[in-house]
């Protein structure tokens, strides 16, 4: 099992550029989630997903959308990229709400 | 909101020395997870506790969680450079996981 994929490692965008960032599981998780990592911040929730077709928000959800169409994939879309959304994305998967996280290897966004 | 501090921000030790570090919160938690990130990995879980005063031993780890629920502790033993990373504390309250901010831990050979 590959567990939790995502494409790409790094990434380069200007400012206003739209692009989205890939994930995907093997391990037939229902919950998938987004977070981003900044220095001394830790790991905000930007979106989750507690199966496919539906989606909510956490709690940096602006400038980003998601979509959940099938239960392995979880794209993670910014629309209009901002210098301030520079930072380390990470997907994560989980059987349910409650249970532990499995993370993908994360990208490295820069917005210039 | 639901915060979780974590301490001390940064450590670095010798190999061999013994260290703890603290994830402490207003907040009560049905269960707290702790997870190790290496330079640019992803984060890896390495523990749950559930249990108020609950202990768990992983080798040279060691998690406590504290009797009320609102902190916990892990201690290593005879630390190793390969213990070197970002150790994060996670508490999950009213359906929603939070993460610290992370202890940064060097150990030096």
């Known amino acids: 099992n590959a567990g939790v994929t995502q494409t790409p490692k790094f990434q380069v965008l200007k400012t206003g550029q739209s692009m989205t960032l890939q994930c995907a599981q093997d391990?037939?998780?229902?919950?998938m989630s987004w977070y981003r990592q900044d220095p001394g911040m830790g790991l905000r929730l930007i979106h989750y997903s507690v199966g496919a077709g539906i989606t909510d928000q956490g709690e940096v959800p602006n400038g980003y959308n998601v979509s959940r169409s099938t239960t392995e994939d979880f794209p993670l879309r910014l629309l209009s990229a901002a210098p301030s959304q520079t930072s380390v994305y990470f997907c994560?998967?989980?059987?349910?709400?409650?249970?532990?996280?499995?993370f993908g290897p994360g990208t490295r966004l820069t917005v210039t | 909101t639901q915060l979780l501090e974590q301490s001390p921000q940064f450590l670095s030790i010798q190999e061999g020395e013994n260290l703890t570090v603290y994830c402490n919160s207003s907040?009560?938690?049905?269960?707290l997870q702790w997870y190790r990130q290496e330079p640019g990995e992803g984060p890896v879980l390495l523990v749950t506790?559930?249990?108020?005063?609950e202990v768990k031993k992983l080798k040279r780890l060691t998690f406590q969680f504290g009797d009320a629920r609102k902190d916990s502790s892990l201690h290593i033993t005879a630390a190793q450079p390969g213990d070197t990373g970002l150790y994060l504390c996670a508490g999950l309250g009213n359906e929603k996981l939070t993460f610290g901010t992370g202890t940064r831990l060097t150990i030096i050979p």
């Open positions: 506790v559930v249990t108020g005063g």
């Open positions: 907040s009560v938690f049905s269960s």
């Open positions: 994560a998967s989980s059987y349910s709400r409650w249970g532990p996280r499995y």
């Open positions: 391990m037939n998780h229902e919950y």
